[in-house]
């Protein structure tokens, strides 16, 4: 039982380039989250999808894109990568937006744009 | 808008000793409130939660009391082991805009043996 998958787990950009990341679950779930984690900061929402079909921008979405491909899959990219955007990347999901049952995360990303 | 703050860490503990984890919100209507356990290299794990005011969440011999009155939702444990070091993240989740969760910012806790 995979529950949420994120790929890849580590990565080393140079500023300016661009890259995707990929978060896929198993769990049936309609909600997904993309969030990122710096030090003393915890968690700040980047993007998310309340539904297929469905995106919305959270708290820091700027330098970011996404794409909800399915009901299974919910993508992360950097068209142009800055090194303010070296930080933990998680992938959330939850059975939908007014769930009180909680999230489930992936394992993360932790990228460094160098 | 809505906001969590924890007590900075680390927290540092014996083992068997008690644990107090604080933790406030401001937030508009009526929060779900939430904590999150995360160990070294991996996800973050829902650890309990309590969805209205006086409700106790607990597990795994941890327990948080959601305090309308005080805003509060402080996280204990009776007696602490080595194997609860992690981070600890308050969150909450309202009813309105965004309806995602909202994190504070973690408290590290590391227990000595």
């Known amino acids: 039982n995979a529950g949420v998958t994120q790929t890849p787990k580590f990565q080393v950009l140079k500023t300016g380039q661009s890259m995707t990341l990929q978060c896929a679950q198993d769990?049936?779930?309609?909600?997904m989250y993309w969030y990122r984690q710096d030090p003393g900061m915890g968690l700040r929402l980047i993007y998310y999808?309340?539904?297929?079909?469905?995106?919305d921008k959270g708290e820091v979405p700027n330098g970011y894109n996404v794409s909800r491909l399915n009901k299974r899959e919910f993508s992360l990219r950097l068209e142009s990568a800055a090194p303010s955007q070296t930080s933990v990347y998680f992938c959330?999901?939850?059975?939908?937006?007014?769930?009180?049952?909680?999230?489930?995360f992936g394992s993360g990303t932790r990228l460094t744009v160098v | 808008g809505d906001s969590v703050t924890q007590m900075e860490g680390p927290v540092t503990l014996s083992e068997e000793a008690f644990l107090t984890i604080n933790c406030t919100y401001t937030?508009?209507?009526?929060?779900?409130l939430f904590w999150y356990v995360q160990y070294p290299g991996e996800g973050l794990q829902l650890l309990l939660k309590?969805?209205?005011?006086?409700d106790k969440g607990s597990n795994k011999g941890f327990e948080a009391t959601y305090r309308k009155e005080t805003t509060s939702f402080h996280l204990e444990k009776g007696s602490v082991q080595v194997s609860d070091s992690a981070v600890y993240f308050c969150?909450?989740?309202?009813?309105?805009?965004?309806?995602?969760?909202?994190f504070g910012s973690g408290t590290r806790l590391q227990v000595q043996p």
């Open positions: 969150a909450l989740r309202v009813d309105t805009g965004r309806r995602a969760l909202t």
């Open positions: 769990m049936n779930h309609n909600s």
């Open positions: 999808s309340a539904s297929e079909g469905t995106t």
């Open positions: 309590a969805t209205k005011a006086d």
């Open positions: 959330a999901t939850s059975i939908n937006r007014d769930a009180n049952y909680g999230y489930t």
């Open positions: 937030a508009t209507g009526y929060p779900s």
